[in-house]
């Protein structure tokens, strides 16, 4: 029996919308995509209102389907974290609470990203390994305010556990560069599940770079491919990149994954099309651990 998801990725300037659906073990097929004008930067001044109408009269069709929300803003803050091993959503939110108190000023104008990390080899038994990711809150409570008032709204957070989710389909290690105005991150995942990440917050291309070269030259690549994304992954980087190391990069595609269907549409940027397909694809599979 299939199933379909509705899923909205916002980043700086856009939100873009697609429709995925699953007809069985591993088979996806986006139904639709659709870019509206705005994104976070506008959802956190007077325009919000605006733009959160556009976007429940772009999902009127689908009112029934529930929507997952997948954020990428420009600035992360990002702490390494152990909890109790299994806690319920509940007590991890309440910690993550804690965590914030201890290095935010105004904690209620903060969200959070609570993500599973992969268990080391070593870990003890009682305690697992998260990555919290803390991302200001105005622009993504005021759009998913206003879609609760038509829409059931499901898994919300960071675009970057969705992707790397997308290492659970093909049960390969799948490391991740991304190249954004504002930050560079390497993570690589397998099975679903993130092991190695690193973030850097930059103000220029040199600094991006930098950091790219660096970590592709000491993380534990293994020989697989490096997939690259990001709205600041230009050609010139990219060439820079591949002459300085020896890994193989490509972009981050969205056919490995998923088909397209016939008349479904086309992103403005396909870094947001991969990041909402990845966002529909992890609430069809059952959201996050």
Not at 11 to 33: E, P, Q, W
Not at 47 to 55: D, E, V
Not at 110 to 120: G, P, S, T, Y
Request: charged letters at 25%; a neutral charge; hydrophobic letters at 40%.
């Amino acid at each position: 029996m299939s199933r379909s998801q509705i899923a909205c990725a916002f980043d700086a300037d856009h939100t873009t919308v697609v429709r995925v659906k699953s007809t069985g073990s591993a088979l996806f097929t986006m139904t639709m995509c659709r870019t509206i004008d705005g994104g976070l930067n506008d959802l956190g001044s007077t325009k919000g209102l605006k733009i959160a109408r556009k976007l429940v009269a772009a999902l009127k069709e689908w009112q029934e389907e529930p929507i997952a929300l997948a954020f990428s803003p420009p600035e992360i803050l990002t702490l390494p974290a152990w909890f109790p091993a299994e806690s319920p959503a509940d007590l991890r939110d309440r910690l993550c609470r804690i965590e914030a108190g201890y290095f935010l000023d105004d904690v209620e104008s903060w969200q959070w990203h609570d993500m599973a990390l992969e268990r080391n080899p070593d870990q003890p038994a009682a305690l697992d390994r998260r990555m919290l990711m803390f991302y200001h809150s105005r622009p993504g409570r005021l759009i998913e305010n206003e879609l609760l008032k038509f829409y059931t709204v499901g898994w919300r957070g960071i675009h970057i556990e969705a992707v790397a989710r997308l290492s659970a389909i093909t049960g390969e290690p799948m490391p991740v560069l991304e190249l954004e105005e504002h930050y560079a991150a390497l993570y690589i995942s397998k099975n679903g599940k993130i092991g190695y990440f690193r973030y850097w917050p930059v103000r220029e291309a040199a600094e991006r770079d930098y950091f790219a070269v660096t970590e592709l030259t000491s993380a534990p690549i293994g020989g697989v491919p490096v997939k690259v994304t990001g709205s600041a992954a230009s050609a010139r980087s990219l060439d820079r990149i591949s002459r300085e190391t020896s890994c193989s990069i490509e972009p981050l595609e969205l056919h490995p994954w998923v088909s397209t269907e016939k008349g479904a549409g086309k992103s403005k940027s396909p870094t947001a099309t991969i990041r909402a397909v990845s966002t529909a694809i992890m609430a069809l599979n059952g959201g996050t651990g």
